[in-house]
């Protein structure tokens, strides 16, 4: 699938200091991006509510992707306490 990247997830990622964790963030990023279909990716839950904003589940944190006309977006990143206040 096709990505994109908002600066707000580029900045998210920029504040981690946790080296396992932003490379968890790359195994996804490239997992995401060999993926034929959204049932084919990982811990991948769609918010309800919204018709085309989802989540990816990485232990404590979420990854917010907006995915639109076979073009993956991410939106956010953050742990999963407060990411919800900022996402969608």
Do not use: W
């Amino acid at each position: 699938m096709k990505t994109a990247f908002r600066k707000s997830f580029l900045k998210d990622i920029q504040k981690t200091k946790n080296p396992k964790l932003k490379n968890s963030i790359r195994e996804v990023i490239q997992h995401v991006e060999d993926a034929n279909d959204l049932s084919s990716i990982k811990n991948l839950k769609k918010l309800s509510g919204y018709k085309t904003y989802y989540r990816i589940r990485l232990g404590d944190f979420r990854i917010g992707l907006e995915i639109s006309n076979n073009t993956v977006t991410f939106v956010t990143f953050d742990n999963r306490k407060d990411i919800y206040k900022k996402f969608p």
